[in-house]
């Protein structure tokens, strides 16, 4: 049997009291059969979040084409895009009032555009819609794609681009089998050129097995490609058949990522162990262009 780590006293793993709002969202969810990662990965933030009207939906169905060991996310051939979801997403965006969301999806290689036009068509549907929520992308990264992804993500583009790079280089072997460092940091940068205006963002998980070295290094070839914001936060091993959680990272450890980063230059910095990559997202967003 695999030895595990003990989890340290700062690792909190359950979901603070849920708060009426909270159940009203739920319900909401489950009538309009939406997936929400907050619900699905059963995060811990999740009562923080929807009390303050922020989500992450998971669109383009439950089944990814790769299969990253550290995730808990299906994989298999994926179903058929549903041409009604960009709508249906965007109306319950509406009904829930919510000002910040985050949308993201399963990486979908067997599209021929990756998924890019269904992206760009749930942010026009909820522009349509809710044109004060602020909507923040965290895509997929668009593999042998990403010319025809850019120009289709040009015609709505969303308030955030998120991409994780999720681990350094080193482990991208064992942890995102079928990604490539250079590439995703590519699809940063190049958003970043054609709208400068537009945070761009990212984030990795640590315990992997990487080095305190190694994250500053993932930090500054963030930077040295533009990128705006940054998350960083501990991985936990959704069961025993993912990657094992190879170290806790103290709460000193990411206090030294977090002035890191700002030295580094980033506008914004989310790290601590219970950081996910949408957590705090609404404040993130505020944080860039309006100082
Ligand atoms: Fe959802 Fe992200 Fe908040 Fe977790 S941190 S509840 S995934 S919005
Ligand atoms: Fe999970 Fe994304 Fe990897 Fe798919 S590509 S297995 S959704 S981390």
């Known amino acids: 049997p695999m030895e595990r780590l003990p989890k340290p006293d700062w690792i909190r793993v359950k979901a603070g009291s849920p708060t009426t709002r909270f159940y009203e969202i739920k319900d909401i969810l489950r009538a309009n ?81 990756g998924g890019a036009a269904h992206f760009a068509e749930c942010i026009s549907k909820i522009r349509e819609l809710s044109p004060l929520t602020r909507i923040e992308i965290l895509t997929p990264d668009f593999r042998g794609r990403m010319d025809r992804a850019l120009e289709i993500l040009n015609m709505a583009p969303p308030d955030v681009m998120n991409h994780n790079l999720e681990t350094a280089p080193r482990l991208y072997k064992e942890a995102r089998p079928g990604s490539d460092y250079e590439y995703s940091l590519n699809l940063l940068k190049r958003f970043k050129e054609q709208h400068p205006a537009v945070p761009t963002k990212s984030g990795i998980m640590v315990g992997l097995g990487e080095t305190d070295e190694e994250v500053l290094q993932v930090m500054r070839d963030m930077r040295a490609h533009n990128v705006d914001m940054l998350t960083i936060g501990q991985y936990l091993a959704p069961s025993g058949h993912h990657l094992p959680v190879r170290r806790y990272v103290h709460p000193d450890v990411f206090k030294m990522y977090e002035e890191e980063a700002y030295k580094m230059g980033f506008a914004h910095a989310a790290v601590g162990a219970m950081v996910r990559s949408s957590y705090h997202a609404d404040q993130q967003a505020h944080g860039v262009g309006t100082d």
């Open 33 to 113: 059969k939406l997936v929400t990662v907050c619900e699905e990965a059963s995060c811990p933030n999740i009562g923080e979040c929807f009390g303050k009207g922020t989500a992450t939906f998971m669109i383009m169905g439950d089944k990814c084409t790769r299969r990253c060991p550290f995730c808990d996310v299906g994989h298999g051939r994926p179903d058929p895009l549903d041409v009604n979801e960009p709508l249906n997403l965007a109306k319950t965006i509406a009904d829930l009032k919510l000002s910040y969301v985050v949308i993201t999806s399963v990486d979908r290689d067997d599209l021929r555009d």
